[in-house]
């Protein structure tokens, strides 16, 4: 049986974030912008957002989990809640208000209906930004595949297995794609 | 992760995981030195991102400060409440009234409990209570 692992207390979480390196904090920046990249807050909130939960409690550190990474993760799970709600979604939609349907409008009172239209949206973009991440490597087949497959929704080591790419091709590509799409889209996905 | 977070991230989002899992791996001198070139002084970012927790920290404390003054409110309000039978604090009066010594002095209008409004007939006990007229209630 495994022993449970203690939960770092919001003194213990302050201490370890007052105690962060340039290269955390410079990793935390790169981290916000990333993940705030698709929603509307910018990544100083959103890394604002990620210290207070961490010191309202309302996300548990475990002990023996990197403060950094602990940060991180919050950041990703408050950017994804906050990029499917409504309001931000809604944008996107054609809708129109309750009373008579117009030909090819969304009634607002049929939800199975504004689902559909989201689904097909979600994947209307989705295939958009595939396609333009997959544009900026015409000569590289295996940056491609590793798109396609991000895409598809394989990540981690199923990404690196699914290509065939040893350890460190892997890592280096991984970081060829980051670096390429940061410098041809620096403010996030405007397509 | 559950399997249906996973069904449900868009493309853009898990192309974010997948920096974010780059931008963990990298060693710290590949991040300083990206850092450097492409978004300029690390030392000023630091000190940013201290500030920034700085404010994070003060608000978080001021909120847990207010928490605890509210819970000391509570407890105090919670423990001075005592819950009356108008019609026994009357008739309690009354019966105190009626006991009185007479080198008690008391006015007109107290000696006539019904004109008194609920406050007042609350408050002449608690005064009679004070002045040991009366026996203390329970917990007080």
Redesign the interface.
Known sequence: MEAAVAIRSRDEIADAICRLTDAQWARLRLVSRKYAWRNPFDADDLLQESFQRALAGSRQCPGDVDVVKFLCDAMKSISHVESEKPENRAKNLPLIGPGPKADGAIDLEDQNAVNVEKTLIGLEQNEEIRQAASALFPEDQEARDLIDAIAAGFEGEELRELTNLDEKTYASKRRLIRRTIDKHYPKGWKL | MTGD??????????????????????S??E??A??AE??GD??K??AD??A??E???L??NK?KLHAAQAAVAAKRFAGNVTVFDIGEAREKLRRALAACPPEMKLTLAARKENELSDADVIGMLEDFEELGVLPPRDGK
């Open positions: 977070d996973k069904k449900e991230r868009s493309t853009p989002d898990r192309l974010a995981d997948l920096f974010v899992e780059d931008i963990l791996a990298a710290d001198s991040i300083l990206e850092f492409r978004h690390i030392a970012n630091a991102g201290r920034l927790f404010k994070s920290l608000a978080a909120a």
